[in-house]
């Protein structure tokens, strides 16, 4: 096996920038570490793909929060996102099962969600999600953020004490003011765990106010980048791109990214803000800080844009960076490892029991005594109907990719069960082929797709949605 070691940042380094970064020189008086369970702080970046990171290897100073914060804690440099979109993503980061399990991965036919991308929630409401885990270690729990698909009527995010999530043209500043005011409002000593979801970056990229920045410096690129924008057709411009009926221009992609990059240093930015402020009000350095993002963006890759569709890199390999001074050491893990595995971090280090059934594993495993000699993460897309009668027939398929030490591999699962392609192998001999082909068949055998793709509503979610008028036909109660 040839996965190599990870490459360890002394502390003294970690120490150095984070005293001139400002954060983490408060200490809470009142603090007793040995008994006070941490704090939990998850933060997503909605869409941003790792290579629009600094510290993942973009040449722009987009991230410099995450960039510094590379150097404090863990980084994992292949951190893959279970699915390439938001609300199955989250819900295997809240659940730790990958979504053939948790189900909030469907297309229902007829009936018109609009509002969350024509989705539903988890299939079965007694899946546990970690904040109602947490409950037992008496956190209060909040979660804040700007993804529709956040909404406690989908049911992941039902267990927090507060969910404020509405509004996908919310900005990172009014996530933040909103936050502030309820981190004020917790009562002294009571641990907290925060989800935050910043989604900004999500398409369309339309924040005027950075038209200035230095991105978009010397672009004279079309000025239309919202590929969510209605054609003439009925379609929307992303739709015509997933047909092949319109080919963005190299201009228009250039200037697509440059404004998605504004977006991310945007949220860069108000991610600092909230450090800062956590900083004086909690105890950064006994939070678990998590900064991660939900899944990526396709810019021309693939031919496509947005994301939700594929299993390429560019929407799998996500920023992943944990941070909690003298439990994580400063070091880049190179394994690849999975959101699911938030799960188990999480309860692993507020203390509590991790539920037995789960696909996760606390990210912990890698900075134990015992060395991690293997690792896999996994992600799934499923056919969506609607998109495969908008576009092509090459969509028509559900595909898995298995992300194993140093190997990927792609499987379509509906047309072919087993191995169908493996784009990016490059083995070095016929038995490691054999070898990581036979653990991947493993993994995918034990992991059978157990709900249909046409899953009815689970009654209660069902009911939910009714009372709130969005079951088609039926009346507002
Ligand atoms: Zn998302």
Known sequence: MMVKPGISFSSGLG?????SFCIGCSVNPHR??????PDILLIVYDTVRADRAG???????VTSLLDRMSRMGAMFSTAVAPAPWTLPSHASMLTGVYPHRHGARFVPPGLGLDMVGHSIGL???????????????????ICVGGAPALNPILGITRDFDIVDVYGSNRSAETINHNLFEYLESVAPGKPVCVLVNYFDAHGPYVRMDLEGSPWLRDLDGPRFTNFYRKMPDGRMLVEQIGAGDFIPSTGMLHYARALY???????DRQCENLLLFWARHRDLDHTLLILTADHGELFGENGLVDHARTLDDEVLKVPLIV???GRVPARIIQYPVS???????????????NSPDTDSESLARFWRSNPVRSSLAASEVYRDARWVELTSPAFDRDQRALYLDEFKIVWDHRKSPGIRQSPILNFESSDSREHVLSRAGEWDRAHPTVLPVSAELHPAIHEELKALGYVPGESME
């Open 15 to 19: 120490k150095l920038v984070l005293l």
């Open 32 to 37: 007793d570490s040995e008994k006070q369970k």
């Open 55 to 61: 510290c993942y290897g973009h040449p722009e100073p």
């Open 123 to 141: 299939a079965d409401p007694a899946i546990a999600t970690f904040p109602l885990l947490l409950k037992s270690a008496q956190y209060f729990s």
């Open 261 to 267: 990059d504004s977006e991310i240093a945007y949220v």
């Open 323 to 325: 941070r909690m001074p």
């Open 339 to 353: 959101l699911v595995d938030l799960f188990a971090t999480v309860t692993h280090f507020a203390g509590v029991q």
